[in-house]
T-cell receptor, first 112, second 111 residues
Framework: SQTIHQWPATLVQPVGSPLSLECTVEGTSNPNLYWYRQAAGRGLQLLFYSVGIGQISSEVPQNLSASRPQDRQFILSSKKLLLSDSGFYLC???????????FGDGTRLSIL | AQTVTQSQPEMSVQEAETVTLSCTYDTSESDYYLFWYKQPPSRQMILVIRQEAYKQQNATENRFSVNFQKAAKSFSLKISDSQLGDAAMYFCAYQDDKIIFGKGTRLHILP
């Protein structure tokens, strides 16, 4: 069966520090991969999605970036975090085509 | 552009009763999927039910069923015999080449 792992679960970072959140999928190959942000009490905002290695599409301009160095690995990064980057970040995967997305457990990011 | 609207920010239902969560969407596409996701306090996003737009029959998963009205672009979720564990945020989502989520409905279950 397929599983998705996302870490860390919780992260507290100072303003201006770098960020790296990692997401890996097991049990499938060539998945679509997604990064979402969910502000408190709000819906999901799609940040990035990837249909293959090295292929990243950005939905919202911001100081975050994403990379897909391997087929089942998706990384969310920032060189300098802003206070507005605080939130709950979710990674998700789906099979190619019109398929439901399956989510990781999320990372709660607090910026001080 | 496609949009998804959940007009009920919060709802409450008595345990063992039935509740219906509303969702409408806007699209010019004919082939798409619709989903309901549940996000309990643990904040995991859990797929509850999905509906293919080309299927006229409403999807059902145990106590969860949908009322899919394609012409009206409506996709409501009915939860029967509500249980305390059903308390969560419920998100309606539309997907063609991308997935778009509604803003969610927080469901409270009253014991």
């Amino acid at each position: 069966s397929q599983t998705i792992h996302q870490w860390p679960a919780t992260l507290v970072q100072p303003v201006g520090s770098p960020l790296s959140l990692e997401c890996t999928v097991e049990g499938t190959s060539n998945p679509n991969l997604y990064w979402y942000r969910q502000a408190a009490g709000r819906g999901l905002q799609l940040l990035f999605y990837s249909v293959g290695i090295g292929q990243i599409s950005s939905e919202v301009p911001q100081n975050l970036s994403a990379s897909r160095p391997q087929d089942r690995q998706f990384i969310l990064s920032s060189k300098k975090l802003l206070l507005s980057d605080s939130g709950f970040y979710l990674c998700a995967w789906s099979r190619q085509g019109l398929q439901p997305q399956h989510f990781g457990d999320g990372t709660r990011l607090s910026i001080l | 552009a496609q949009t998804v609207t959940q007009s009920q920010p919060e709802m409450s239902v008595q345990e063992a009763e039935t509740v219906t969560l509303s969702c409408t969407y806007d699209t010019s596409e004919s082939d798409y999927y619709l989903f309901w996701y549940k996000q309990p306090p643990s904040r995991q996003m859990i797929l509850v039910i999905r509906q293919e737009a080309y299927k006229q029959q409403n999807a059902t998963e145990n106590r969860f069923s949908v009322n899919f009205q394609k012409a009206a672009k409506s996709f409501s979720l009915k939860i029967s015999d509500s249980q305390l564990g059903d308390a969560a945020m419920y998100f309606c989502a539309y997907q063609d080449d991308k997935i778009i989520f509604g803003k969610g409905t927080r469901l409270h279950i009253l014991p």
